[in-house]
């Protein structure tokens, strides 16, 4: 499976291949479940290699790091997924 970062930035840049419509479901731990949004709703600060930001209905931004994501869409089909984490809570 390729790192998250790639395919991000091979949607980012590469013309032929961002030109089709991608969506993103990441973990949110406060709703515990993963929110699809499209890609261009997306922001990708200059300075953040391992984050992207969202903005929420209310206007408000959230910071998402890359390892919250859990699936890519490319015209509603999934192209990747991470697994999810084993629960901790049942371990000692």
Do not use: C
């Not at 699809?36 to 997306?42: I, K, Q, R």
């Not at 930001?53 to 931004?61: K, L, S, V």
């Not at 890359?66 to 999934?78: A, E, Q």
């Amino acid at each position: 499976m390729k790192p998250v970062q790639d395919v991000l930035n091979r949607i980012r840049w590469d013309p032929q291949f961002g030109a089709n419509r991608f969506a993103i479901g990441y973990y949110d731990r406060v709703a515990e479940r993963a929110i699809v949004v499209p890609f261009g709703e997306l922001i990708f600060p200059p300075e953040e290699h391992h984050t992207f930001m969202i903005i929420d209905d209310a206007g408000e931004a959230h910071t998402i790091p890359y390892h919250r994501v859990r699936d890519i869409y490319r015209d509603g089909t999934l192209i990747w997924h991470r697994r999810q984490p084993p629960d901790k809570s049942h371990h000692e």
